[in-house]
């Protein structure tokens, strides 16, 4: 079993220019997440999806936009890339509805930076 | 926000020696989670103390939470130089998600 893989490792992007943030899990889990870290900020929650279907705002969704495609996946969407949001990002998975009640799983991260 | 705060912000220390970490936090919690990252590196889960629990211990990993002090400490015992790493603490309050603390950078010199 993967786990949780992240797609692009790596991505350099100009101010303006739009991406997507790919997430997969084959672990069955019914909860996603997505977070950013920054230097000396530790992790901050953009998104998530409690069930496929459903998705949330979590402490800094501005310029964000998430898509939960179906069980396996979660989509984190730049429209307008900005050099503030250069960070690395991280996918996060959860067997429950209910984040944080026991044990979160972490994809290897996306490391991005907007020029 | 109920994002907690650990200290020390770093520690270094001699392979062989104990490692004490500390995590304090704001609101009341339903559990505490301990995650640790490597450089370059997702975050991976350590160990989890519920509310109602006082001291949990797995393998040379020990962790104490005070909820009347709002606190937790983690304990690596007979340290490695592959414990080198960053640990964060991760709180789980009323809205069920979790929010991490800054982190510790830990150094274990050979």
């Known amino acids: 079993n993967a786990g949780v893989t992240q797609t692009p490792k790596f991505q350099v992007l100009k101010t303006g220019q739009s991406m997507t943030l790919q997430c997969a899990q084959d672990?069955?889990?019914?909860?996603m997440y997505w977070y950013r870290q920054d230097p000396g900020m530790g992790l901050r929650l953009i998104y998530y999806?409690?069930?496929?279907?459903?998705?949330d705002k979590g402490e800094v969704p501005n310029g964000y936009n998430v898509s939960r495609l179906n069980k396996r996946e979660f989509s984190l969407r730049l429209e307008s890339a900005a050099p503030s949001q250069t960070s690395v990002y991280f996918c996060?998975?959860?067997?429950?509805?209910?984040?944080?009640?026991?044990?979160?799983?972490f994809g290897p991260g996306t490391r991005l930076t907007v020029l | 926000s109920q994002q907690g705060e650990e200290d020390p912000q770093a520690l270094s220390i001699q392979e062989g020696e104990n490692a004490t970490m500390n995590c304090s936090y704001k609101t009341s919690i339903n559990n505490l989670q301990w995650y640790r990252q490597n450089s370059g590196r997702g975050l991976v889960h350590l160990i989890l103390i519920r509310s109602n629990e006082r001291e949990k211990h797995s393998g040379r990993l020990r962790v104490t939470l005070d909820t009347s002090k709002k606190s937790s400490s983690l304990l690596i015992t007979a340290s490695r130089a592959a414990d080198t790493a960053s640990y964060f603490c991760a709180q789980t309050g009323a809205n069920s998600k979790l929010t991490f603390g800054k982190g510790i950078t830990l150094s274990v010199r050979p």
């Open positions: 996060a998975t959860h067997y429950g509805t209910t984040g944080g009640v026991d044990t979160q799983y």
């Open positions: 672990m069955n889990h019914n909860s």
């Open positions: 999806s409690a069930s496929e279907g459903t998705t």
